[in-house]
């Protein structure tokens, strides 16, 4: 069984920094492509950032880019994602997810395996 967990979240002031973890049990993902979306509260699930099963391939949503730094650790069979310079905007539930269907890495159904999330409010 395939267990996917996210840690790392938390309460921080704008202009601050997070790092949140994604660990993976039950079966080496290491040849899937993995991603972090997010979802603030009364809005849909967007897609952040994925990173190629060789760790080599990153892309960012925009709204992140030059802020968030996703990456990954294939022997520990982590995922990361590195936060600064947060934002209120920011402020979301952060799910990690693995996956390589082709219905293009922003849609969610690309992805089979799923965390529970892992909460980031960042304060004005």
């Known amino acids: ?66 802020r968030f730094t996703i990456s990954r650790d294939r022997d520990e069979k982590e995922l990361y994602l590195q936060m600064t310079s947060l934002k209120p905007e920011d402020t979301a539930v952060y799910y990690c997810a693995a996956g390589a269907r082709m219905y293009g890495i922003q849609d969610q159904r690309s992805y089979d395996y799923w965390g529970q999330g892992t909460q980031v409010t960042v304060s004005s």
């Open 1 to 66: 069984q395939v267990q996917v967990v996210e840690s790392g979240g938390g309460l921080v002031q704008a202009g601050g920094s997070l790092r949140l973890s994604c660990a993976v049990s039950g079966r080496d993902l290491g040849e899937l492509p993995m991603a972090w979306f997010r979802q603030a509260p009364g809005k849909e699930r967007e897609f952040v950032a994925q990173i190629a099963r060789t760790g080599y391939w990153t892309y960012y949503i925009d709204a992140v880019k030059g």
